[in-house]
């Protein structure tokens, strides 16, 4: 077994189906009109692949989102085939002058098998190895039922009925640039900035299939947003929401949740993805604790840092 790099296009007909979006070709490509350097390595024989970028000595998986991973034509590649390739590979950049490898890896509901296996093999193996544990909500939408919430959330729901709060799907530039600037504002507030402008982010309208949605008051305020992608077939997956400071006041965020789930499940989801509740590992108690209220399932993704002097 030998590691290969090769061009693009030949590295994507080899992958025809990647697991989740942010590994496709398309969304590659958006994020390549400014900076090309990124390499496409791959190995005949274990039929699994990964596109890097280097820079400053550092090879990372994804290039510009929130989470990458390995290309594996099967999901049953054994273990070793897998311990092989990670092998090969810090040998492989190493020689090349790479000093460091970062993998943002998946949480368990895209390629749970050949994730697992590769990260068994990292702890396994002997690499200086940091392992930045994120915890990552997900909701199974086949068996969501609503008398499943707490007390405590059954009312909050009852109240936001009463305050007559509505969800209204956008399409218009205007109303997203709205819901882009409730999250962007909401961040601000909270001392983190937005990943991605505004303009960036409308270029991933056709290869996430993204869409815009707003929380309005009895007033027609606007007082939360989301925007979503779709990650994979069957996932939806929250990329950003928040709210503005009237919309606290009356629990948008729980309405936002509840009838994103209501949407989503009655449209033939399987799993709606909230992403993580960690920064570099370190919970977000508040946050993890509203996502759990809200029934969705707290599972570990993992960052692995690999120094390879």
Excluded at 102 to 114: E, K
Excluded at 152 to 158: A, D, P
Aim: glycine share 6%.
């Amino acid at each position: 077994m030998a590691i290969v790099s090769l061009e693009n296009k030949d590295f994507f007909s080899r992958f025809e189906k990647a697991p989740h979006v942010f590994l496709t070709e398309e969304h590659l490509a958006i994020h390549l009109q400014e900076d090309t350097k990124c390499i496409y390595l791959a190995d005949s024989d274990s039929g699994l692949g990964i596109f890097l970028k280097i820079s400053l000595g550092l090879a990372q998986c994804p290039y510009a989102a929130p989470f990458g991973g390995l290309f594996s034509k099967d999901e049953r590649t054994d273990w070793a085939s897998i311990n092989r390739f990670i092998r090969d590979l810090t040998v492989y950049l190493l020689n090349s002058g790479v000093k460091s490898l970062r993998l943002a890896l998946p949480a368990p509901i895209y390629s749970v098998n050949t994730t697992s296996k590769l990260i068994n093999s990292l702890i396994a193996g002997n690499y200086k190895l940091n392992l930045i544990p994120e915890i990552n909500s997900h909701l199974s939408l086949l068996d969501y039922d609503r008398e499943s919430y707490p007390k405590n959330i059954k009312e909050i729901i009852r109240k936001t009925s009463r305050s007559r709060l509505k969800i209204e799907e956008v399409f218009d530039d205007i109303q997203r640039l709205n819901a882009y600037k409730i999250v962007e504002e909401n961040r601000t507030s909270r001392g983190r900035k937005m990943s991605i402008s505004y303009s960036h982010l409308r270029r991933l309208d056709k290869v996430c299939k993204s869409r815009f949605f707003i929380v309005k008051n009895n007033e027609g305020e606007s007082i939360a947003s989301a925007i979503t992608f779709e990650s994979s077939p069957g996932i939806v997956y929250a990329q950003f929401w928040g709210d503005s400071p009237l919309g606290r006041n009356l629990n948008a965020m729980d309405f936002l949740a509840v009838s994103l789930v209501d949407i989503f499940q009655s449209e033939g989801w399987k799993i709606f993805d909230l992403g993580v509740s960690t920064e570099n590992g370190v919970p977000n108690s508040g946050l993890l604790r509203f996502k759990e209220s809200h029934r969705f399932s707290s599972t570990l993704k993992f960052t692995a840092e690999i120094s390879l002097l």
